[in-house]
């Protein structure tokens, strides 16, 4: 993973007042040491000296790596109109000094020996003005540090289309241990088994605070349904409603209020292990809840049934204002 390398160094920058200073005299704190021409004053010397050469030219030393480069979507970058975008350059920056010196003075963007933020600036260049990737500047994910490099893979991905660096979901795995055990509990959302991915939930790129499924709530990089209501309702519509009669808790808190996302050792991933308890959390009839208490011939010390026997609508009714049938 990346770190917050360029935000220390910011900060440090308000502080001090002499950014021109700190660029080149801050330790680099990082795992991948910033030599890029993108933080180092020191480079844009030779940047703006060097020129743009070509693909052609890379690919005389650089051949194996042309050649899986030239199967991905990337390989489109050859018509841009401009040098700038290009092919390798469209990346890694203009070429000449870089290949006059026989590749010992490295190419600008070189990517292995930079930050995350700054590859994340650098591919943003072109993938901002995509609607998926809007948002991630402001994403935990970018915020934390994780950038598209701990994700895709330019060079090495397996998957031509996402170039993906691993498959969903061991990619998420590898940074979320702690969300695979749910995953595993006897009632849960089939990721494990390929059914539903993770990204159907989640963009991880970032998500708007109205995808929030509770609202006002965090919004957990998660994604909304093409209607703007919570993203569960994408695949389970028939929950969406609008109903005559409306279950309140679904509509004014949404669907946490009961289950849980990931999994859930109760049927029908509850939060709770009896249907019951989870009903009378809220029907108790006392004056915190606006919602009913049960009536007096719901005997629940000779009467075990559960209540979603005879309340079977329970998100919602078109005729039975108690959610009958
Ligand atoms: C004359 C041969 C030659 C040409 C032409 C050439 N390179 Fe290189 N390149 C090298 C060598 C040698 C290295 C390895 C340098 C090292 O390991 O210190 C290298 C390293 C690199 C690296 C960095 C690898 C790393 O691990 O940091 C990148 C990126 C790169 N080249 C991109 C390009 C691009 C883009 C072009 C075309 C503009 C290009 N090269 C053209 C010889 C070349
Ligand atoms: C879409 C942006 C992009 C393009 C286009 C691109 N690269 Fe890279 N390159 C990267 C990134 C990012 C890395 C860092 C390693 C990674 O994450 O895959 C990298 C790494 C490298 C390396 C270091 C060795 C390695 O495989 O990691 C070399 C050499 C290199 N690129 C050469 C090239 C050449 C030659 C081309 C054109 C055929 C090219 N690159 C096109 C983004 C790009
Ligand atoms: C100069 C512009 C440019 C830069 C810089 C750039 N890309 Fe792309 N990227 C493209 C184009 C063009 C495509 C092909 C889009 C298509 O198929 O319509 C593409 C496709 C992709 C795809 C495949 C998904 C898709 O839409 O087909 C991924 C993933 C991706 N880029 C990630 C990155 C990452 C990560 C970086 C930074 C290391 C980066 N890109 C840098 C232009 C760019
Ligand atoms: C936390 C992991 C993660 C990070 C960070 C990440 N991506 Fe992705 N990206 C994914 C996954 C997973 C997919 C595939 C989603 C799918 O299959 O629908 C994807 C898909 C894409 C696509 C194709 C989108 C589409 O469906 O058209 C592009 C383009 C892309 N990413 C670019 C980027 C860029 C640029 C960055 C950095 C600014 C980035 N990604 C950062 C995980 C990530
Ligand atoms: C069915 C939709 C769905 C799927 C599939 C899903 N998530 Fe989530 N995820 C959610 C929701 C909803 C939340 C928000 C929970 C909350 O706010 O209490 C969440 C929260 C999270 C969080 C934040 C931590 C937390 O518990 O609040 C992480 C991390 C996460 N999910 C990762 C993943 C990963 C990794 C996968 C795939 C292995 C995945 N999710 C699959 C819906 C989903
Ligand atoms: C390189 C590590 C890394 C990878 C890979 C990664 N994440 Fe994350 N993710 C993080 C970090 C760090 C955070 C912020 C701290 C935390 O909540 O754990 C985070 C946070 C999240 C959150 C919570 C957002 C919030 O508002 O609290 C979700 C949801 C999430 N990631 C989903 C995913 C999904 C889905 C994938 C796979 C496509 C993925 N992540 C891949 C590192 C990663
Ligand atoms: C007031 C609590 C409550 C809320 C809020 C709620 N559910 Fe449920 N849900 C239940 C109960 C209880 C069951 C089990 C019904 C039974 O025992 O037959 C259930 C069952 C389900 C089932 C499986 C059975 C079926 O009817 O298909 C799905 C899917 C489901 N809920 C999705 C959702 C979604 C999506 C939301 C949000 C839009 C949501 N629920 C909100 C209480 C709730
Ligand atoms: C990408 C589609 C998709 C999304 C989005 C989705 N689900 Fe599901 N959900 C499914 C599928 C498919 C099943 C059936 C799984 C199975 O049969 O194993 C399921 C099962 C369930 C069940 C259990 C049904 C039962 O009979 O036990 C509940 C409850 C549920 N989902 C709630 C939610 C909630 C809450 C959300 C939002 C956080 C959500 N789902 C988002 C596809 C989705
Ligand atoms: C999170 C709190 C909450 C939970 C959990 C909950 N309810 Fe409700 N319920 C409400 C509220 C609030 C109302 C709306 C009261 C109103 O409209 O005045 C309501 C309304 C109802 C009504 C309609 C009452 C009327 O006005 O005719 C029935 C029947 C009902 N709930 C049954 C259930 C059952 C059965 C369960 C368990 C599966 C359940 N509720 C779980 C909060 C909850
Ligand atoms: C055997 C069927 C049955 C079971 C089981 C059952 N109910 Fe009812 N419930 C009814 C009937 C019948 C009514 C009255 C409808 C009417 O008068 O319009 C009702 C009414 C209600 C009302 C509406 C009260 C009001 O003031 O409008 C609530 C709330 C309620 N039940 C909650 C529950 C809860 C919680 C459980 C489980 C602990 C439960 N019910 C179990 C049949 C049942």
Redesign the pocket.
Known sequence: ?GSNYKWQKWSMAAVLGVAGLITTQLPARTVRPSTNAAQKPAAPAAKAAAEYVGMDTCKTCHADVDKQWESTPHYKMLQFKQKSKQGCEGCHGPGSIHVASGGQTPVPYDFPKMTEQAISERCLACHQSRHENMEFMTS??FR???GCT??HSIHQSTDRETLLAKP??E??Y???REIQPLLRMPFHHRVNEGMVR??DC?N?HGALASASIEPGG?????RSSPQGTAVCTTCHVDKAGPFVFEHEPVVTDGCLDCHVPHGSPNPHMLKVANVNQLCLQCHTGSTVSNAPGIPSFHNQTTQFQSCTLCHTQIHGSNFSPDFFK
């Open positions: 993973m935990v994910h934390q540090g994780v701990d994700c969903q979901p990619l998420c590898g940074c979320h993770c990204t989640h991880p965090q919004n957990k990089q998660l």
